[in-house]
C-alpha cells in the first residue's frame, strides 16, 4: 500500500504541449523532491520543498517548475515540452533527521515527448 | 563535495549464490547516513538496507547486509543466497543534507 503517489504511470505527449505531473503523499512529511532519471541511470534531484510555500531548484538543472500549496501535494510542470523532457520522474518525501528508513519514493512518471 | 560512485555497470551472479555490489562514498560531514534501493525494471524504488554513520556494527535485513568500512569509506551490500526476482538496478546512496544516488549496478540473476 503507498503512501505516496504519482500520476499519470505514463504520459505520452506532443512537443509544446503543457503537462502537470502530479505527487501526493498521506505521511504528512514536510520534506518532498523530484528526481529526474534516464533509462539505467542515476537519479537527479530537480527540485525539493521543506514545508508548504519552500520550493528550491535542486542539483540539475531542470525547466520544469513546482509548487508546494499543500503539504501533501507537490506537483511538477512543464510549460512546454520537448524530446529532451523524456526520461523518468519519480517523486519522494522524508522525515525530518536521517530517519532510518531515508526517503519514500512513489511509483515514478514515465514521460515520452514525441 | 560529496559523491557516490559505484564502479559495476553489470553483475552477474548464479542463483542461490551471494553477491557483492560495491559503493564507495565521498563526504566531509561526520553525520550521514548509506542506504540501498532496488529498483525493478517497473521503476519504482524500494529500500533494503539503512547504515548510519556512527552505527558500531554492520546493518543485516534478511538476506542483505551491508559490509561498511568507514575508514576506507566503503558501504558495499551483499546479497546471500540470490533469488531470480533479485534480478534488478541496485543503486547506493548517501544522506548528508540532501540524499545522492549512485550510478547503479546492473544485477543480473542466472538459474
Known amino acids: 500500500e503507498a503512501d505516496i503517489y504519482q500520476t499519470p504511470r505514463y504520459l505520452v505527449i506532443g512537443t509544446g504541449k503543457k503537462i502537470t505531473l502530479e505527487c501526493s503523499q498521506t505521511?504528512?512529511?514536510?520534506?518532498m523532491y523530484w528526481y529526474q532519471q534516464d533509462p539505467g541511470m542515476e537519479l537527479h534531484l530537480i527540485h525539493y520543498?521543506?514545508?508548504?510555500?519552500?520550493?528550491e531548484k535542486g542539483d540539475l538543472s531542470s525547466e520544469s517548475t513546482v509548487s508546494r500549496i499543500r503539504t501533501e501535494h507537490f506537483p511538477l510542470t512543464l510549460e512546454s515540452a520537448r524530446p529532451s523532457h523524456t526520461s523518468q520522474y519519480l517523486c519522494a518525501s522524508s522525515e525530518p533527521g536521517q530517519g532510518v528508513y531515508g526517503y519514500t519514493f512513489g511509483s515514478g512518471t514515465r514521460l515520452t515527448v514525441v | 563535495a560529496q559523491k557516490i560512485t559505484q564502479t559495476q555497470p553489470g553483475m552477474f551472479v548464479q542463483e542461490k549464490e551471494a553477491v557483492t555490489l560495491d559503493c564507495t562514498y565521498d563526504?566531509?560531514?561526520?553525520?550521514?547516513?548509506l542506504f540501498w534501493y532496488k529498483q525493478p525494471s517497473s521503476g519504482e524504488m524500494i529500500f533494503l538496507i539503512y547504515?548510519?554513520?556512527?552505527?558500531?556494527q554492520n546493518a543485516t535485513e534478511g538476506r542483505y547486509s551491508l559490509n561498511f568500512q568507514k575508514a576506507r569509506k566503503s558501504a558495499n551490500l551483499v546479497i546471500s543466497a540470490s533469488q531470480l526476482g533479485d534480478s534488478a538496478m541496485y543503486f547506493c546512496a548517501m544522506k548528508a543534507g540532501k540524499l545522492i544516488f549512485g550510478q547503479g549496478t546492473e544485477l543480473s540473476v542466472k538459474p
Open positions: 563526504t566531509s560531514d561526520p553525520s550521514y547516513g
Open positions: 547504515q548510519g554513520s556512527y552505527d558500531q
Open positions: 505521511m504528512g512529511h514536510d520534506k
Open positions: 520543498s521543506y514545508g508548504v510555500n519552500s520550493t
